[in-house]
T-cell receptor, first 115, second 116 residues
Framework: GESVGLHLPTLSVQEGDNSIINCAYS??????FIWYKQESGKGPQFIID?????DKRQGQRVTVLLNKTVKHLSLQIAATQPGDSAVYFC??????????????FGKGTKLSVKP | DADVTQTPRNRITKTGKRIMLECSQT?????MYWYRQDPGLGLRLIYY???????NKGEISDGYSVSRQAQAKFSLSLESAIPNQTALYFC???????????????FGAGSRLTVL
């Protein structure tokens, strides 16, 4: 079946370094992708999104890259800070009229930032 | 106050008991969702509702039921709780897909349920 998954379940980086979190998706019809951040004891929070007609989108200290050829999504965090420690989820939005826009979530990657 | 409020935040119960998790939102969104989170499995959709008269099953609806009492309220019930329903439950809302297909969810803080 269709799925969204992550290559690495855990990632540990040094404070100040850049972080790259990866995600693979299998449904070529997905047209929208979102990254969420979940801090301990909290619900997931929206970070950044990207549409399938784009290959890169930048936010504040975060960049999402989309490679539709290999169905791969990545989240890059620049100058990682202790407050970035969290579990990061990617999610894909099925095409309009299919699953009514419901998101399919990946399993998550835990990012730990070492001081 | 939080945009999406879940109660209770934590609950321990016994097998066979009926449990209700409640969710209320101040976002004014039409769409509401219940997700379940288990370690290593991500978020899985249980039920969703696009308006007060609309209820839809998600990926893992067996053993659960929902009620959309008002636009702002969406409750999840476990009629007879079992241990493998021990999980973290999240309510979420959205105002649906925009012109680009985006459907951004706003999540509550979660309700941790333990079934003994």
């Amino acid at each position: 079946g269709e799925s969204v998954g992550l290559h690495l379940p855990t990632l540990s980086v040094q404070e100040g370094d850049n972080s790259i979190i990866n995600c693979a998706y299998s449904n070529s019809a997905s047209d929208y992708f979102i990254w969420y951040k979940q801090e301990s004891g909290k619900g997931p929070q929206f970070i950044i999104d990207i549409r399938s007609n784009m290959d890169k989108r930048q936010g504040q200290r975060v960049t999402v890259l989309l490679n539709k050829t290999v169905k791969h999504l990545s989240l890059q965090i620049a100058a990682t800070q202790p407050g970035d420690s969290a579990v990061y989820f990617c999610a894909e939005n099925m095409e309009y009229g299919g699953s009514q826009g419901n998101l399919i979530f990946g399993k998550g990657t835990k990012l730990s930032v070492k001081p | 106050d939080a945009d999406v409020t879940q109660t209770p935040r934590n609950r321990i119960t016994k097998t066979g008991k009926r449990i209700m998790l409640e969710c209320s939102q101040t976002k004014g969104h039409d769409r509401m969702y219940w997700y379940r989170q288990d370690p290593g499995l991500g978020l899985r959709l249980i039920y969703y509702s696009f308006d007060v008269k609309d209820i839809n099953k998600g990926e893992i609806s067996d053993g659960y039921s929902v009620s959309r009492q008002a636009q702002a309220k969406f409750s999840l019930s476990l009629e007879s709780a079992i241990p493998n329903q021990t999980a973290l439950y999240f309510c979420a809302t959205s105002d649906g897909q925009d012109y680009s297909g985006a459907n951004v969810l706003t999540f509550g803080a979660g309700s941790r349920l333990t079934v003994l």
